[in-house]
């Protein structure tokens, strides 16, 4: 499947990359971050849909309030220089788009699909819809293996127009009494998968596992930050609008830099730097993008070591109280 | 039922057409009827807590240990079954002529390694007919025969071309050489799943991986935990095959055990339905939530007319309802063809066939146990 990460896409960067080799077993204090990269890789935060997410974190982060935009922030210290750390929380996915008379749902995307193949990850596979009520199962539905026999098919990849999501009902009333409605939510299923040498794989794992990340960091700082404001924020719609993260820019900025932790397509092991050259200049400052390495991007099995989840708390701690 | 018979309660049946129906749309429902359809949701929970475990019991073909085992664990007190060499489950009941079988097969799809690289990625054939993007980076469970080891279906790699078939897939054990791999006790020939589990969806429905032929053994075991061997007046064998999706291994196996000795066979197998918006619906539509299906045509067998209309009948007086169709597909009933047993096949409505998202209809589940008991003990 074409890897991209939905980051890279919104977010061109510019050569410079940085790479810092990481190595070592987990330790105990890393099974914190361990454990929250797994919880977050299970949770569902569409763009435009995260606040089922947020209110998650800000349960998580007692420091935490929900800003204007959506977005989890904790403030810390005053005065300057600010300095932002913030990863994005949101994930390609899409809402129910109607419903028909027999009771099968249709989808609409969020967004441009991240890749050509990103549609046809649903066919045939369990998914999640989230109704007034709570989480509904359902599948998307595919064509019989045995009906096709003797028949053409086409190779094309399956798209979002052939998605005819099953909940088991039979009608609207009944689609309606799950709690199900125009622009639910929907996902494939989540069930992190650990695998290998301490690897997790679920959709959007490295995302979840930077936000993890910067999340456990940000509960041992109160201590000893660095002198200044330090900003750490988790932000909605960093795809199509990128509502959360310019809003910071515009409520608390300007900042003196800007730190975006996110997946990037490095080999696992391998934490990196770039620089980041999308954001508006004036209110981030200097810009950097700080990658937690994933294989299989953008894939139900994106997978990310979870050794690199700790290193990457760690150098964030460190970052916060000034060191690099 | 002698010819005789049968023509006559045919024409009974005929009379009777009209006087209420099965329950169809537009039609009106006898008491009786009603009073059926109520049991049958009454008794889903039943039919849940036997279809549960044996869709969480993997079994790819030649592996089938692991379902044959929570079959076991659901027989009635009183049966006495019995392994043969293939690895087939069966359970004998009653004695005399004619004997009748039912057979449902534990098998189910999935992959087998066929080799493992350097680089610790595993090479993979496929055990059964089914898409293999379906499977395509997805989580993956290698079954070594004393564990399960989590691995993943590596997908394609981003610059391949996006087409919907997939390369041939390879699986990632996270392992990093065959050294390691090997470590880990996974061999070639070990078989290969995707991760599975039975999921309720909404009113009656539930879906799960390998419904196909799960609900079959399910039927199998609803029906003999129901049974009264007292009331069965011939020898009636209920048999759990193996390797059913790779070309009916299994079944040959019991064909040629019983040889002549057999007078009527009925596999219990799928009904696959185009009961689907992605379908065409030229043929094999039978509706989930009415009932099972007799399999009259497909392509290994004809279930011979009159047999067909002696389901009907037998059927009838307690109110189970029966849809009738064809469709696509093989079952283990047919290699009874060559001495000369005629196959009856019954299944019940499954969309999205040999995919992770299986969809069935419970009632339709209680129906089938019904009508395996209702055959077993009046035909």
Redo the contacts between chains.
């Keep these: ?4 990460s939905p980051a890279r896409l919104l977010v061109g960067l510019a050569a410079v990359s940085i790479t810092v080799a990481t190595a070592g077993p987990l330790h105990s204090q890393d099974r914190r971050s361990e454990a929250l990269a797994e919880r977050m890789a299970a949770m569902t935060a569409v763009t435009g849909y995260e606040q089922a997410v947020v209110d998650s974190l800000l349960r998580l982060l007692p420091a935490a309030r929900r800003d204007r935009a959506g977005n989890a922030v904790i403030t810390l210290g005053t005065g300057e220089p600010r300095r932002l750390f913030t990863c994005p929380l949101d994930e390609p996915g899409y809402v129910v788009g109607g419903i ?1 008379d ?1 009771g ?1 749902l249709t989808l609409r995307r969020v967004g441009p699909a991240p ?3 990103f549609d ?2 649903l ?4 998914v999640t819809v989230f109704g007034i009520v709570g989480p ?12 096709a ?3 053409s098919a ?5 798209s979002i127009d ?1 998605a ?1 999501l ?5 009608s609207p009333a ?2 309606e ?2 709690g199900v409605a125009v622009l639910s939510p929907v996902t494939l299923a989540k ?1 992190p ?5 301490e ?1 997790l ?1 679920a959709p959007a794992a490295a995302r979840r596992g930077a936000c993890a990340a910067l999340a456990t960091a940000s509960l041992g700082t109160p201590a000893g930050i660095a002198p200044g404001q330090l900003v750490i924020a988790f932000t909605v719609e960093s795809r199509i609008t990128r509502r959360g993260i310019l809003t910071l820019g515009n409520t608390l900025g300007p900042f003196a830099s800007t730190v975006i932790v996110d997946g990037g397509d490095e080999d696992l092991g391998q934490l990196s730097e770039a620089v980041d050259t999308t954001l508006p200049p004036g209110r981030f400052g200097r810009a950097s993008l700080w990658s937690l390495p994933r294989r ?6 994106e ?1 990310i070591a979870l050794q690199d989840v700790a290193n990457l708390e760690r150098r964030l701690a460190q970052a916060f109280v000034g060191g690099r | 039922m002698s010819a005789r018979r049968v023509a006559l309660a045919l024409l009974v049946l005929l009379a009777l057409e009209g006087q209420g129906g099965r329950g169809a749309e537009g039609q009106q429902v006898s008491p009786g009827a009603a009073s059926a359809a109520s049991s049958v949701l009454q008794r889903v929970p039943e039919a849940e807590a036997i279809l549960g475990p044996l869709v969480e019991s993997y079994g790819v073909s030649g592996m089938e240990a692991p379902v044959r085992e929570t079959v076991m664990r659901f027989l009635p007190g009183w049966a006495k079954p019995e392994t043969d060499s293939a690895g087939n489950l069966w359970v004998r009941v009653g004695e005399g002529a004619p004997t009748v079988v039912f057979i449902a097969h534990l098998d189910e799809i999935g992959f087998r390694i066929t080799a493992v690289g350097e680089d610790g990625l595993a090479s993979l054939e496929q055990e059964g007919g089914f898409y293999s993007s379906l499977f395509e980076g997805r989580p993956a469970l290698v079954h070594t025969g004393s564990r399960s080891v989590p691995a993943v279906f590596a997908p394609r790699a981003p610059d391949a071309e996006p087409r919907h078939t997939p390369p041939a897939l390879r699986l990632d054990l996270g392992a990093g050489s065959r050294a390691a791999v090997e470590a880990l006790g996974v061999r070639v020939g070990n078989t290969v799943t995707m991760p599975k589990n039975y999921q309720r969806l909404a009113g009656a429905r539930a879906t799960g991986r390998s419904f196909d032929d799960r609900v079959g053994c399910t039927a199998l075991l609803l029906a003999l935990r129901r049974l009264d061997p007292k009331r069965v007046h011939h020898q009636v064998i209920f048999v759990w095959s193996v390797r059913e999706e790779i070309g009916l291994e299994g079944a040959e196996v019991v064909a040629q055990e019983l040889g002549l000795t057999v007078a009527r066979v009925h596999a219990i197998d799928t009904f696959v339905s185009s009961d689907s918006p992605l379908e065409l619906k030229t043929f094999a539509f039978a509706p989930l939530g009415q009932g099972p299906v007799a399999r009259a045509l497909d392509n290994s067998a004809i279930t011979p007319p009159t047999l067909v209309d002696t389901l009907r009948l037998v059927t009838r007086p307690r109110f189970i309802p029966l849809q009738i169709g064809a469709t696509n597909g093989g079952n283990d009933g047919s290699v009874f063809a060559p001495w000369g047993a005629p196959d009856a096949a019954v299944g019940w409505p499954l969309r999205y066939s040999h995919s992770p998202a299986e969809v069935s209809d419970l009632r339709d589940v209680v129906s089938l146990g019904d009508l395996v008991q209702a055959v077993a003990e009046g035909w």
């Design positions: 499947m074409k890897g991209s028909r027999d099968w890749s050509p193949l046809q990850q066919e045939g596979q369990r509904v199962p359902g599948v998307v539905a595919v064509r019989s293996t045995h009906l026999r003797g028949r086409s190779d094309e990849p399956f052939q005819y099953d909940l088991g009902a039979s009944e689609v009494k799950l069930r998968h650990r695998y290998g040498q690897l794989a299989y991007g953008g894939s139900p099995v997978t």
